[in-house]
């Protein structure tokens, strides 16, 4: 395979930063504070007036179903590949970014930042999935670098999923569960330190409400900060908030009311340029950028979900979202295209790009849909019947690529000190709008105790608007009428085992994609975008073994899109172009316990993906974007004696590229070289309620190169030990 093998310890972090700002001091000081005084006063107490907690060994890996109200079928039975990340598995790795966690899914590749888009920003089986990213089921679309701490899970379902989801999804989606209220009273928190000036604390309280039965308040905080171990001055600090209110629980009638703020002040790091279509060989502590670097995102999401059974029957459920998504950037990207070949490195200087820009999105998702069980005969059936109303909007304001005066640097030792000296006019003011109304239905029907038959159907009607007011001005409206379907066959042959075979299909309409994106530029005529469509064929089998303590999946896939979407526009390197990618693979995973004491999760996906069709018939044949062959997740713990538990993880990745599109200087493409990396932990149960823990991230402190994209390569973080207290009442 070709992999370079380096030791790992814990999942890749975020980049990291050393801040001196006294607001953000403040406030994770305050936060590690609050959990410190929290844990130290309840310890405090007697514990005769709680009841036993052990932190060590609560919850597990494997997860028995999806919270989807649309996939109600038990994970055994789910006929689709699909994995989920537990609360227990980020924790016991230390995750603290969303992208982190998706680590654990072998077939999804991290990608960079680019022009239109920071923060979270990967590919699912090859195909981009940026704006594949849901909360609770609905989208959540914005920019930013989504952090856990308000997670119950992490589901990652791959395949073409437009019939249950909507437009988008051609490689699969991401949802993020959030944690909702329980009818038992409980904090717990976390305290964290790491040899990367790594400062997090986390705060999660649960109260029932007296006197209200079935009621309850849930409330978790978050404040995080830190330098990236490895890579000078690029850093990160973030906080969040998230109440939520329940009522109804355990009855036929349930409302929960819940709020979400997430706030960062970053200095970001766009990694290392490529030289002649390699990683520049350059010290892994390069910083290109300048100190004045900024990347700020606000986003507050509210939400209204209400649900009434009507007996056996019926379910109704009703969800209702609107959020905002404000951003403001600049940051620095080293371009390395006026560097001769043969110029001596010591004496080459490398020009800085600018990506700029300033954007308030805003998001408006309703859903309403009926859930209904009946009988005909020895045949029971289960119908979702829906409508849904999408709306999103954005208007950034950009420079790019208007900036002169920019200082250059050296390529060997660049000079992070320089003041910033760029100037230019506002080149971008857009406004663009994407309305979407969509039905769907989705209808399973259980045959005797083997067989079942899913089939689901969407309709999706996108209608975009937009409008660049600078010149050259332009303006127009695209209205699609998308149809998307999906079908499985499921046979158990075992009550514990099944055998599927599905098949589906996804669209994107590329121009409204185009229309949100915030790109400087559009094609010549939008009449050039065509709506990008999607076709696989999956056959897989999922066995519970071991008393349902372990569960076994493989799958071999087939995915074919048409008219993929477009990366970024701003990159001559990625074509839009009219043409066809196929994916082929297989996959194989397995999650749960071994024995009582030995959790394991493992996975490897194996992937061919090429271009098909182009209308750049030089495209033909070269491999698809950010689509390593193999990937492999492994992460197990085993409970020792002494109250200890350790814990061992590998993450490997082979080569893969960042540019479709050979170099017209000398016709290859970009590509990362393959890696390995291992992860360590140990933990320590103090108490009843009260646990040690630490993470060793890269053993090795190797050099490896993590999230890809044609104008530069990220390197992965260095060795970084974390320490921890972690605590349950």
Same mark, same amino acid.
Not at 297 to 324: C, K, M, P, S, W
Not at 361 to 385: A, C, E
Not at 521 to 534: K, Q
Not at 591 to 604: C, F, Q
């Given at each position: ?28 000081? &305050? ?9 130290? !006063? &309840?310890?405090? $107490? ?63 590749? =991290? ?7 920071? !923060? ?51 490689? !699969? ?11 038992? &009273? ?22 029932? =409400? ?24 690029? !850093? ?22 819940s709020y979400f703020h997430q706030s960062e002040d970053n200095t970001p790091d766009y990694g290392i340029p490529w030289l002649y279509d390699k990683p520049a060989p350059v010290d892994r502590r390069n910083f290109y950028g300048f100190k004045s670097d900024y990347l700020k995102t606000d986003v507050n999401i509210g939400a209204l979900r209400f649900e009434r059974d009507f007996g056996e029957h019926f379910t109704l459920r009703e969800q209702f979202r609107a959020g905002t998504y404000y951003r403001s950037f600049r940051i620095s990207q080293a371009d390395t295209g006026n560097i001769p070949p043969g110029t001596p490195l010591g004496s080459a200087l490398v020009e800085r790009d600018i990506i700029d820009g300033v954007s308030t999105d ?20 289960? =119908? =979702? ?6 709306? $999103? ?154 008393? $349902? ?5 493989? &799958?071999?896939f087939w995915d074919e899109q048409k008219n993929p979407a477009p990366v970024d526009l701003d990159d001559p390197l990625l074509d839009v172009f009219n043409g066809r990618e196929r994916v082929i693979g297989f996959e194989l995973g397995a999650v749960g316990r071994l024995t009582e004491k030995w959790r394991v999760l493992l996975n490897y996906t194996y992937q061919y993906g090429k271009i098909t069709a182009s209308s750049d018939p030089t495209l033909i044949g070269h491999p698809v974007l950010n689509a390593p062959k193999n990937t492999v997740s492994l992460w197990t713990t085993y409970d020792l004696p002494w109250k200890l538990q350790a814990g061992f993880g590998l993450y490997a990745v082979s080569k893969r590229t960042a540019s479709e ?40 402190? $190797? ?27």
């Amino acid at each position: 395979m070709g992999w370079h093998i380096l030791c790992y310890a814990g999942t890749a972090r975020m980049p990291r930063k050393r801040y001196t700002r006294s607001k953000d001091k403040k406030t994770v000081a &305050a936060s590690l504070a609050l959990a410190n005084a929290i844990l130290l !006063g &309840a310890h405090a $107490q007697s514990t005769t007036q709680l009841p036993e907690v052990v932190v060590t060994g609560e919850g597990g890996y494997k997860a028995d179903s999806l919270s989807l109200f649309k996939n109600g079928e038990p994970l055994v039975d789910t006929p689709q590949s699909a994995a989920v990340v537990t609360k227990q598995l980020m924790e016991d790795e230390g995750v603290t970014t969303l992208r982190d966690s998706l680590r654990n899914v072998s077939g999804i590749s =991290i990608g960079a930042g680019e022009g239109s888009y920071q !923060g979270d920003n990967f590919s699912i089986r090859g195909f981009a999935a940026r704006s594949d990213i849901f909360l609770d089921g609905m989208t959540d679309f914005g920019s930013y670098n989504r952090d856990p701490f308000n997670l119950e899970a992490v589901e990652a379902l791959k395949g073409p999923s437009s019939a249950e989801f909507g437009r988008g999804s051609s490689g !699969g989606v991401v949802n993020q569960v959030s944690k909702t209220p329980e009818l038992r &009273a409980f904090t717990a928190g976390s305290a964290e330190y790491g040899t990367d000036n790594t400062q997090r604390a986390t705060l999660d309280i649960n109260q029932p =409400i007296p006197k209200l039965s079935g009621a309850a308040f849930r409330l978790n905080l978050m404040a995080d900060r830190s330098d990236v171990a490895g890579r000078d001055d690029a !850093g990160y600090a973030r906080w969040g908030a998230a109440p939520s209110l329940a009522f109804g629980i355990d009855t036929p009638t349930r409302l929960l009311l819940s709020y979400f703020h997430q706030s960062e002040d970053n200095t970001p790091d766009y990694g290392i340029p490529w030289l002649y279509d390699k990683p520049a060989p350059v010290d892994r502590r390069n910083f290109y950028g300048f100190k004045s670097d900024y990347l700020k995102t606000d986003v507050n999401i509210g939400a209204l979900r209400f649900e009434r059974d009507f007996g056996e029957h019926f379910t109704l459920r009703e969800q209702f979202r609107a959020g905002t998504y404000y951003r403001s950037f600049r940051i620095s990207q080293a371009d390395t295209g006026n560097i001769p070949p043969g110029t001596p490195l010591g004496s080459a200087l490398v020009e800085r790009d600018i990506i700029d820009g300033v954007s308030t999105d805003r998001l408006i998702d309703q859903d309403i849909s009926l859930l209904s069980k009946f009988d005909t005969g020895p045949v029971s059936h289960s =119908i =979702i019947t829906g409508f849904e109303y999408v709306h $999103q909007d954005v208007d950034p304001h950009r420079i790019e690529p208007g900036w002169e005066d920019v200082p250059t640097t050296g390529l060997l030792n660049p000079n992070e000190n320089q003041r910033f000296t760029g100037h230019g006019p506002v080149s971008t003011i857009v406004h663009a709008r994407v309305d979407t109304l969509s039905a769907y239905l989705i209808h399973t029907m259980q045959i005797g105790k083997q067989w079942t038959f899913i089939g689901g159907v969407r309709f999706d009607r996108p209608t975009s608007r937009y409008s660049e007011t600078v010149e050259p001005a332009a303006r127009f409206s695209a209205t699609d009428d998308l149809f998307s379907w999906r079908s499985a066959l499921v046979y158990k042959p075992l009550p514990n085992g099944s055998i599927y075979l599905a098949a589906g299909t996804s669209v994107h309409p590329n121009i409204q994609q185009l229309s949100i994106s915030s790109e400087p530029t559009l094609p010549p005529s939008t009449g050039e975008v065509g709506v990008g469509r999607n076709f696989e064929v999956e056959v897989g089998t999922k066995w519970d073994l071991f008393a $349902q303590r372990l569960l076994v999946t493989g &799958a071999v896939f087939w995915d074919e899109q048409k008219n993929p979407a477009p990366v970024d526009l701003d990159d001559p390197l990625l074509d839009v172009f009219n043409g066809r990618e196929r994916v082929i693979g297989f996959e194989l995973g397995a999650v749960g316990r071994l024995t009582e004491k030995w959790r394991v999760l493992l996975n490897y996906t194996y992937q061919y993906g090429k271009i098909t069709a182009s209308s750049d018939p030089t495209l033909i044949g070269h491999p698809v974007l950010n689509a390593p062959k193999n990937t492999v997740s492994l992460w197990t713990t085993y409970d020792l004696p002494w109250k200890l538990q350790a814990g061992f993880g590998l993450y490997a990745v082979s080569k893969r590229t960042a540019s479709e599109s050979p170099d017209p200087a000398n016709g290859l493409l970009m590509e990362a070289p393959g890696y390995a990396t291992l992860s360590a932990m140990l933990k320590y149960q103090l108490n009843r309620n009260v646990e040690i823990q630490a993470n060793i991230d890269n053993l090795t402190n $190797q050099y490896y190169y993590d999230g890809v994209h044609p104008g530069h390569v990220n390197p992965g973080e260095g060795r970084v030990l974390f320490i921890g207290t972690n605590f349950k009442f």
